[in-house]
Each structure stands twice: as C-alpha cells, then as structure tokens.
C-alpha cells in the first residue's frame, strides 16, 4: 500500500473563492485519481491526473471548475474555482499502485462553502 | 440503470454477531472487478476486499469475506464477529473492463450502508 496525504483535512470558505487541495503519495504512482463525495452521496470521479499533461474530465466537470495539475510522480493538486454552496463535498485523492491493485484513497478533504 | 445496487441503507448487528451487506450489479463486460470500501465518520475510504469476475473462489481477508454469486450478479460483504469499530458506512465498486488505461481508475460505486454494532 501507500501513505496518501491529503491537505488541508478541512476547510470552511465563502463562496466566489477558490480552494486548491494538495495530495502527495509517499511513493511514484502512475495513476492518480480525484472524486468527490457530496454530502449524503456516493463517491464520482472528476478527473484522471496525468503526469506531464493535462487532467481527463469526466463527464460533468471541466477543466476550468476544477483545474488539476500533476507535476510528478508523487504530487498533484486539485483546485475549486469560484466555489458556490453545492460544491461542498468531501474531495478524495486516489491513487492506483499497479493493475490488478484496488484503489487506495487518502483522508479526504471536508470542504464546506458558506 | 443503476450499476451498482446496495438496497439496505441502514443496518444494524450485534456485537461478536455475523452480517451480510448486499450489492448487486450490472455489467455486460465479461471481465470486471468487485471491490468493498468502509468509510468511517471521519470520512476515509478503507479497501477491504477485492473480486474478480474471473477468479473461481470468493474472496477472504481476515474477518471479512466476499459471497460472489457471478449469475445472480451479487457480491455480498460478510463481516464475521461484528466489532464496534465496524460501525461505518460500507461502499460497493465495480471497475469494468480489463485494459489499463485512464479509465482505470474509474470505480462505479453504490449508496452504501451504513453498519450500527451495538455492545
């Protein structure tokens, strides 16, 4: 397994701002995952992060909404832009450390918009 | 259609008890992997326990054990000798197809379940 970390755990913003959410992985990962959890929900996939190019969205969310970046192996970013009340979720780094390995998640971050 | 079915939004068991959490799914790609996340309060996701749609025996690990009934297309969740650490919510995920690629990461998952163990 990895040690995922996610920053910051929790974060209480107004809206119109934007949050960047960190996750770092303790060791080289090729596949790097975020979801989101919307209160009461199940858990959907944003966007593929891919190493030295830009994110794959998945139907629903673009990139300006959530910008990604992945500058390396063991590092990326995801940001909310111009955050309203419904984008108060929990967000989720994934990451895949081989291909019959499940994905692993880090701690998540619990983000309230008010 | 709902990809992923967990019907029982709440359930509740008994200290040192046995429980079975149901999932059903919906596929029509003939290679695709079952998996269980628990995710407590606090908000993590925890891999439990991994199926493949190829392997030929249900899958264990420690107290927890997977009913895989391929036909019937369910992955029941057994969690054996109920602790109260186990009171969390319980996530069904299937991934589909066999190829490595981007979509790869993509896990369909279900409502859940949220599991009550009481002393």
Same mark, same amino acid.
């Given at each position: 397994? !990895?040690v995922?970390?996610?920053?910051?755990?929790?974060?209480?913003?107004?809206?119109?701002?934007?949050?960047?959410?960190?996750?770092?992985?303790?060791?080289?990962?090729t $596949? $790097?995952?975020?979801?989101?959890?919307?209160?009461?929900?199940?858990?959907?996939?944003?966007?593929? !992060?891919?190493?030295?190019?830009? !994110?794959t969205?998945?139907?629903?969310? %673009?990139?300006d909404?959530?910008?990604?970046?992945?500058p390396?192996?063991?590092?990326?970013?995801?940001?909310?832009s111009? $955050?309203?009340?419904?984008?108060?979720?929990?967000?989720?780094?994934? %990451?895949?450390?081989?291909?019959?390995?499940?994905?692993h998640?880090?701690?998540g971050?619990?983000?309230? %918009?008010? | 259609?709902?990809?992923?079915?967990?019907?029982?939004?709440?359930?509740?068991?008994?200290?040192? @008890?046995?429980?079975?959490?149901?999932?059903?799914?919906?596929?029509s790609?003939?290679?695709?992997?079952?998996?269980?996340?628990?995710?407590?309060?606090?908000? @993590?996701?925890?891999?439990?326990?991994?199926?493949?749609?190829?392997?030929?025996q249900?899958? =264990?690990?420690?107290?927890?054990?997977?009913?895989?009934?391929? *036909?019937?297309k369910? *992955?029941?969740?057994?969690?054996? *000798?109920?602790?109260?650490?186990?009171s969390?919510?319980?996530?069904?995920?299937?991934?589909?197809?066999?190829?490595?690629?981007?979509?790869?990461?993509?896990?369909t998952?279900?409502?859940? =379940?949220?599991? =009550?163990?009481?002393?």
């Open positions: 397994s !990895a995922i970390s996610q920053k910051p755990s929790r974060d209480i913003c107004q809206r119109g701002t934007s949050l960047t959410i960190q996750c770092q992985v303790d060791s080289q990962v $596949m $790097m995952f975020w979801y989101r959890q919307q209160p009461g929900q199940s858990l959907t996939l944003i966007a593929t !992060a891919n190493q030295g190019s830009e !994110a969205y998945e139907s629903g969310f %673009v990139i909404k959530f910008p990604i970046s992945r390396n192996l063991t590092f990326s970013t995801l940001t909310v111009n $955050m309203s009340p419904e984008d108060s979720s929990i967000y989720l780094c994934s %990451v895949l450390l081989g291909p019959n390995s499940p994905l998640f880090g701690n971050t619990r983000l309230t %918009v008010t | 259609a709902q990809k992923i079915t967990q019907t029982q939004p709440g359930m509740f068991v008994q200290e040192k @008890e046995a429980v079975t959490l149901d999932c059903t799914y919906d596929t790609d003939p290679s695709y992997g079952l998996f269980w996340y628990k995710q407590p309060s606090s908000g @993590e996701m925890i891999f439990l326990i991994y199926q493949g749609s190829y392997d030929q249900n899958a =264990t690990e420690g107290r927890y054990s997977l009913n895989f009934q391929k *036909a019937r369910s *992955a029941n969740l057994v969690i054996s *000798a109920s602790q109260l650490g186990d969390a919510m319980y996530f069904c995920a299937m991934r589909e197809g066999k190829r490595l690629g981007t979509s790869y990461g993509k896990l998952f279900g409502q859940g =379940t949220i599991l =009550t163990v009481h002393p």
